[in-house]
């Protein structure tokens, strides 16, 4: 049912014009998959793959010039609300090549993305990250977002991460 209700946000999400923010292509894929591992010290490529072709629209993809700099995959998590089906989003990955850190792409990728969450009524943005991650952690904290849970074990064994949220609704 859950999957029903994705597939049909996602057919009516409305795109709209993003400052140096672009939704990902096929041919953007391995530059994607080699940041993700300089950023994780890991490759999913399956992930990376599976989340290009199911959530196209709402892979957002971020360039200086011609070049892919990062990217930030979000899933929607529809919840069901006395008010029927609540929108929300979860952050499922984000990173920025090493070249690029520090100069605001991460920053500027958010706030475009979250611009379009907005209008299309997302009504809360999910992540999970280490605890040890301060410069995720601070970028998040300056895009809005607040610290909601500590969880251990669920980002590596005795590891700690926080959940964290953003209404922007
Ligand atoms: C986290 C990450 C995406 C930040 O991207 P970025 O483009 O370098 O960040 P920005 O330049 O947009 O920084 C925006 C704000 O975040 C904070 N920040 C970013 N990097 C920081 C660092 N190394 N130390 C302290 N604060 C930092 C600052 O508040 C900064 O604002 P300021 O420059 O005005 O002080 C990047 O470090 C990265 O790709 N890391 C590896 C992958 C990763 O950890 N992803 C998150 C998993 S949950």
Redesign the pocket.
Known sequence: MKDIITNLFIRKWVQIEKKNVVSVEDSMLPEIIRIQAE??GTKSRNGVRRYSKRMKKIFYVTKSYDQVV?YCIYYLKPVLSLKGFMKKSVIYS???DKN????????NLLRESIKEMRLNGISSIF?Y?NAK????I??YE?MGFRKIKEIKDICGLKETCYEMELRIL
Request: hydrophobic share 40%.
């Open positions: 950023g994780f990062g984000i990173s920025i690029f850190r520090r100069k605001h792409y991460g920053e992540l990250v991650n301060l410069p995720a601070r970028l300056k």
